[in-house]
């Protein structure tokens, strides 16, 4: 594979898994959700999910920390390929859409 083919197969990973973790993190947090509203549903007292939740708080926390690992990486990846002049690629956008470019650089940083 050429230089140009292996950067664009990085990009496309690169994105692949960004994507994955996002989407792992809105799952994780529409567990929390559906554990809290299946609690009063059931009537079951407050505090009654409390050894569940607090894995799922650790499950979105963990996955919070891997989405800011992936930003970094993404950085990285950009910097890297500046750095010795490869082939043009789009690796995408590090603010994503709705994203405030000040808390991207908070996160990453």
Known sequence: MDHAGTTREVARELTTAEDAVDAALAQAVRLMRQVMEARRALGLPAGADEPA????????SALG??????????RALHDLHRRHDLPA????????????????ERRAG
């Open 89 to 104: 690629v789009d690796f995408g956008p590090l603010i994503k859409p709705g994203e405030d470019a000040r808390d991207t």
């Open 53 to 60: 939740m607090k894995n799922v708080v650790a499950a979105v």
């Open 65 to 74: 920390e891997a989405q800011q690992a992936m930003i970094r990486a993404h």
